[in-house]
């Protein structure tokens, strides 16, 4: 824990701390919850409370973030290592096809996703894929050329240092290489890039769903915003809005502390 | 994940009748080669798009892009004070005790989706006209792509300040703001340039949430509709509309570069 920097330290325990309160509070305990919430009752769901509501959205989030995240980061770390792998006219090929999916933005991306799968699902055709998994599924097929882009430039670095060289003179093929040699190197690395996909495929299924594309049960914190924001515009409820906002905004920077630390921390390669 | 089931009833409201899917099917030329033009053909000659009288003709298509385009070119400026006053701010907060901030800001920026201060200035502004929502769009949009790149351009600031040529010129006499705009700026300029084009993107795909907040009908509105109701060639026109203009602003930053940036003509002669 000691080799962790002090502010990747911060926003893990505050991720974390966010996941097990949330955990706590909306899953296991939602009756003492829902009692004790000093915000009240929400307008447009009087039969819940704005805690419940909140901490729920709040596990739901983190639950996508988490599953979109770790599948995309997986997805362009596969991408990265079979570009390198390949090399040549196919590395270059496979780099311009993902800078042409990193140019395209989130948000409509995963709206169109979201209209071509719950097409697919009214038509009976889901693949076993809910509400949930077809949201994941959109959020991963958009978010791994990021990861793509950075795991590739990462590993163009690390190949060119001496251990690599080394390897490759003693007769290491690139596989053996990548896997015995680049993947200890790249691991924290890794998990920084995964910490940087998080906010991002939060905050990108909060804004799909706060449009009422998405048809998630229970609501997300996008979601739950989306169906109570009337009562911020026409009731001055604010109660209502802005512990989802705060959460929100603590999730990212959780996520942004310890991916920004981790990915700025020198480590010795060995 | 507990998911709610479907009941029989609206499962059934979600079918597609067969003369819906035929409609969609001729509409969209779908197993036709070059299927996907269909629209486009109906846009050209000048009817209305979709299977319902909410459809979209292309005059209206213009009028609703204009729009956003509108939005969009009122938060650029708003974006760059933004970002020129932040890099200013944080380059001030790292010698202090306010280092830290330098880390919450951006995240407190990155953390707020576009809506949610679209939803706090709506009471205020929804009803009135004067511009006054528009400005408001362009204002809450321009916030996140703001913060952002002003970090971009404070790093590229402090990387520049502590240069060897920097310390040369003010060696020589030179006043420290003359070396910031006739030596530092040039050389921080490209790095801002790179972050155009994603902040652009951001920028235009981010005024879809203001205006549905704010009820401006303009292209994200449109898109947002379009979507809800599975207006499916509305949706594909949009889309391709869409990325055409993300593809013109990037050459359009691209040649801009090639303008300002001697060492990218360099790089390419």
Redesign the interface.
């Known amino acids: 824990m000691s080799a962790v920097p002090s502010?990747a330290r911060w926003g893990l325990v505050l991720l974390v701390g966010l996941g097990v309160l949330s955990l706590v509070a909306g899953r296991l305990f939602p009756e003492q919850l829902a009692s004790a919430c000093p915000l009240g009752v929400d307008p447009m769901r009087p039969d819940r409370t704005v805690c419940e509501l909140a901490f729920g959205g709040l596990w739901?989030s983190l639950?996508v973030g988490l599953c979109a995240g770790g599948l995309g980061t997986l997805i362009g770390l596969l991408v990265a290592a079979v570009a390198r792998l390949l090399g040549g006219a196919w590395e270059q090929t496979i780099l311009r096809g993902v800078d042409a999916v990193f140019?395209?933005?989130?948000?409509?991306v995963v709206?169109?996703l979201?209209?071509a799968g719950q097409?697919l699902a009214?038509?009976g055709h889901s693949g076993g894929l809910?509400?949930?998994g077809l949201m994941v599924a959109s959020l991963a097929l958009v978010g791994w050329a990021g990861p793509a882009r950075i795991f590739r430039n990462r590993l163009a670095t690390l190949e060119g240092q001496e251990f690599v060289a080394a390897a490759r003179a003693l007769g290491g093929g690139g596989t053996h290489i990548l896997r015995v040699h680049l993947w200890p190197a790249l691991r924290p690395f890794a998990l920084a890039v995964f910490l940087s996909r998080l906010?991002t495929a939060i905050?990108t299924e909060?804004?799909v769903s706060?449009?009422?594309?998405a048809r998630m049960?229970?609501m997300s914190l996008?979601r739950y915003?989306g169906t109570s924001?009337a009562a911020?515009?026409?009731e001055?409820g604010?109660r209502v809005?802005l512990p989802a906002?705060a959460l929100?905004?603590?999730?990212?920077?959780g996520a942004?502390?310890a991916s920004?630390a981790l990915s700025a921390s020198p480590r010795k390669v060995t | 994940?507990?998911?709610?089931p479907l009941t029989t009833e609206s499962d059934a409201k979600?079918?597609?009748s067969p003369e819906l899917a035929a409609s969609y099917k001729r509409d969209l030329g779908i197993g036709e080669p070059l299927g996907f033009l269909r629209p486009w053909e109906k846009l050209w000659r000048g009817e209305r798009l979709g299977t319902s009288a909410q459809g979209i003709t292309g005059d209206e298509l213009a009028r609703k892009l204009s729009g956003s385009v509108g939005v969009g070119m009122m938060a650029l400026p708003l974006a760059l004070a933004w970002a020129l006053g932040f890099a200013l701010v944080r380059t001030q907060w790292r010698k202090g005790r306010w280092a830290a901030l330098g880390?919450?800001v951006?995240?407190?920026a990155?953390?707020?989706?576009?809506?949610?201060p679209a939803?706090?200035f709506?009471?205020a502004v929804?009803e009135r006209g004067h511009m006054l929502p528009e400005l408001t769009a362009a204002l809450v949009t321009s916030i996140w792509p703001g913060i952002f790149l002003g970090t971009l351009v404070g790093d590229a600031l402090e990387t520049e300040l502590s240069r060897d040529y920097v310390r040369t010129a003010l060696g020589k006499g030179l006043a420290p703001g003359t070396v910031l705009r006739r030596h530092v700026l040039p050389n921080v300029l490209p790095a801002l340039l790179d972050a155009v084009?994603p902040v652009a993107?951001?920028l235009?795909?981010g005024s879809?949430?203001a205006e549905?907040?704010l009820g401006l009908p303009y292209f994200g509105q449109l898109?947002?509709l379009a979507?809800?109701n599975?207006q499916?060639a509305v949706?594909v026109v949009a889309?391709t509309t869409?990325?055409s203009l993300?593809v013109i602003v990037?050459l359009g930053v691209e040649v801009l570069r090639h303008v300002v940036d001697p060492r990218s003509r360099e790089a390419r002669a």
Request: charged share 10%; no cysteine; net charge neutral.
């Open positions: 502010r739901v639950a140019a395209l933005p989130d948000v409509l709206m169109v979201q209209l097409s009214d038509a809910g509400p949930f906010p905050l909060s804004t706060f449009f009422g594309i049960e229970p996008g915003l924001y911020l515009i026409y001055g604010s809005v906002w929100l905004v603590l999730l990212v920077l942004s502390l920004q | 994940m507990a998911m709610l979600r079918q597609v880390d919450i951006p995240a407190l990155f953390g707020t989706p576009v809506f949610i939803l706090l709506a009471p929804v084009g993107t951001t235009l795909a879809f949430a549905r907040v898109y947002v979507v809800l599975k499916v949706v889309t869409f990325a993300l990037s």
